[in-house]
T-cell receptor
Framework: DGGITQSPKYLFRKEGQNVTLSCEQN?????MYWYRQDPGQGLRLIYY???????QKGDIAEGYSVSREKKESFPLTVTSAQKNPTAFYLC???????????FGPGTRLLVL | SQQGEEDPQALSIQEGENATMNCSYK?????LQWYRQNSGRGLVHLIL?????REKHSGRLRVTLDTSKKSSSLLITASRAADTASYFC???????????FGKGNQVVVIP
């Protein structure tokens, strides 16, 4: 899992609640990514950022929001608009001169 | 969008046997990568093969790439119980430093 930390490991969300997943990296990587993983599925890209103060929507951005105020941090907010948030969320980072992504240990989000 | 599609999706083998899994994709790529995921953990990069390469080795791993068939295979030789994991292929052809991941192969190595 390298120098990428995700917290918490488990997160519980109540109906109508926004929750924020943390992702921090000390690898000095420029690009950061958020993926969602459902059972039996591959990874689907939610949002990504290649530089501070800039980010782009991935394939399933609806119901999610991000910010990139610092190079080392890329928090993901799961909003109440995301009706099926139960999943395993993975954060990754990559130096722009590389083609390989480095992943954090993941956060499992459950709905109460 | 997901390009990679691994086949077969689940494989159970005895320790010491070889494990082979395949991946197909639909569009042009710059490279294809394989990642491993242990249960409930993040992904770990295993190997990258570029579009102008046909075969690559790394330890007990052998990857082949056939761009005419838009397919790749990952061979793990002399498997160990510690190789039990899910294996994902990912293609880089979308631009913007994005990867498209397949659905994964679950490999169980029985001691």
């Amino acid at each position: 899992d390298g120098g990428i930390t995700q917290s918490p490991k488990y997160l519980f969300r109540k109906e109508g609640q926004n929750v924020t997943l943390s992702c921090e990296q000390n690898l000095n990587h420029d690009a950061m990514y958020w993926y969602r993983q459902d059972p039996g599925q591959g990874l689907r890209l939610i949002y990504y950022s290649q530089i501070v103060n800039d980010f782009q929507k991935g394939d399933i951005a609806e119901g999610y929001s991000v910010s990139r105020e610092k190079k080392e941090s890329f928090p993901l907010t799961v909003t109440s608009a995301q009706k099926n948030p139960t999943a395993f969320y993975l954060c990754a980072s990559m130096p722009l001169e590389s083609e390989t992504q480095y992943f954090g240990p993941g956060t499992r989000l459950l709905v109460l | 969008s997901q390009q990679g599609e691994e086949d077969p999706q689940a494989l159970s083998i005895q320790e010491g046997e070889n494990a082979t899994m395949n991946c197909s994709y639909k569009t042009s790529i710059n490279n294809l990568q394989w990642y491993r995921q242990n249960s409930g953990r993040g992904l770990v990069h295993l190997i990258l093969i570029r579009s102008n390469e046909r075969e690559k080795h790394s330890g007990r791993l052998r990857v082949t790439l056939d761009t005419s068939k838009k397919s790749s295979s990952l061979l793990i030789t002399a498997s160990r119980a510690a190789d039990t994991a899910s294996y994902f292929c990912a293609t880089d052809g979308l631009g913007n430093n994005r990867l498209a991941f397949g659905k994964g192969n679950q490999v169980v190595v029985i001691p």
